[in-house]
């Protein structure tokens, strides 16, 4: 689907939103078609659901303007123009799980969300509890963080204050630049048995090594569109921009733990990626290529059960 491009993210990020309303409402299949037409013309349990997760994610109430046969553009339009009632969430909790058993973390791209890893959770180890981590930033009353240690530090002591048990299993999963958050992350935690499921996602290196004045200019074009679209575009640019920068400066500390890079047909932004860049970051590397699938691929074609066996190994 392709949305104004001033608007773009916003748009990305309420399309997986609505997908995941869909699903949590047991109408996935059916209401393919109509998200595929970008109109919002749902059942109420979808619309309820859609309009909570909208408001969780951006802060924002939609339920006064919304209506019937309102596009996904014209909603992000909408949120531009709206004040911010609460701070957005960040993490969200996608599946219990059973105690003891451990947590999956999982991390979406720059620009993406944790609503597009709905199906991916589905195929997860089913005792253990599954948390997604949108990026943050978004809250306006509150700054974006600059440095590594500044995402890292609040989801690390998050997760410890929601009880993770370091002794049970660990799992990270990170997609593109959420690869290099997720590692981060998992070093920190240092648990006893943590496991590494990557997407596309470069080492925090890549970054530092592609040529400043092109990340500058991507940047910059980047921001002279978002400047038309709106507030939150603006922020969900800036804070891309951020964390682009605040990889260029980390350096990837080794992690104890094993590491599975699934590595799609596409070609990547960031250069060649394969085993030989992950190697000295990890206990060991294992690298597996799906040359059928494009970057985005594995979730726009619900092609989650082929990264399986990376968890049910771990």
């Known amino acids: 689907m392709k949305y104004p491009p001033e608007i773009r993210h916003t748009c990305g990020i309420l399309h997986h939103l609505l997908q995941q309303a869909a699903a949590v409402s047991r109408e996935s299949s059916a209401f393919a078609k109509m998200i595929d037409a970008d109109v919002l013309r749902t059942s109420d349990r979808i619309r309820a659901c859609f309009l909570d997760l909208v408001r969780g994610r951006f802060g924002r109430r939609l339920d006064d303007e919304f209506r019937d046969h309102l596009g996904i553009a014209d909603c992000a339009r909408l949120i531009q123009t709206l004040p911010q009632i609460e701070s957005p969430l960040s993490r969200q909790v996608i599946r219990q799980g059973c105690p003891g058993s451990g947590r999956v973390l999982l991390f979406p791209g720059i620009h993406g969300s944790v609503a597009a890893f709905h199906r991916l959770a589905g195929v997860m180890p089913e005792s253990m509890e599954v948390v997604g981590w949108d990026h943050l930033g978004l809250d306006e009353r509150a700054g974006i963080p600059r440095k590594m240690e500044d995402i890292v530090a609040p989801i690390s002591q998050a997760e410890i204050q929601n009880g993770l048990d370091l002794e049970a299993p660990v799992y990270v999963f990170g997609f593109c630049v959420g690869g290099a958050l997720g590692q981060a992350v998992l070093h920190q ?126």
């Open 189 to 314: 935690l240092a648990p006893r048995n943590g496991r590494l499921v990557l997407l596309d996602a470069h080492p925090a290196e890549a970054v530092a090594f592609y040529p400043r004045w092109r990340r500058g200019l991507a940047i910059a074009k980047a921001w002279k569109v978002a400047m038309s679209g709106g507030t939150v575009e603006r922020r969900l640019v800036r804070i891309g921009a951020c964390q682009l920068h605040a990889l260029a400066r980390h350096r990837t500390r080794p992690i104890d733990a094993d590491l599975t890079l699934f590595r799609s047909g596409a070609p990547l932004s960031l250069g060649p990626l394969a085993k030989e860049h992950w190697n000295p970051h990890a206990r060991t590397v294992k690298e597996i290529v799906f040359s059928d699938l494009g970057h985005a691929d594995l979730f726009r074609c619900g092609q989650e059960q082929r990264i399986t066996e990376a968890f049910a190994a771990a």
